[in-house]
């Protein structure tokens, strides 16, 4: 079971588009003010996008 915070109320809908670790990530970086998530899922990463989070993936990271 997963506890969101109050100030993450608005990321409720995350349930329906990622998976548990994505989701606590997103709300991760939400509450840290954090310029760029790393991350690979792609469910995860379209679920970052609707919010505004900055995302970029292993491949991309590595500049491959």
Do not use: K
């Amino acid at each position: 079971m997963s506890h969101l915070p109050d100030a993450c109320a608005d990321y409720t809908s995350i349930q329906a588009e990622a998976a548990a670790g994505e989701r606590e990530a997103i709300i991760l970086v939400s509450e840290q003010n954090t310029d760029l998530l790393l991350m690979d899922d792609r469910n995860g990463r379209s679920a970052t996008m609707v919010y505004g989070i900055n995302v970029m993936g292993t491949p991309e990271f590595l500049g491959i």
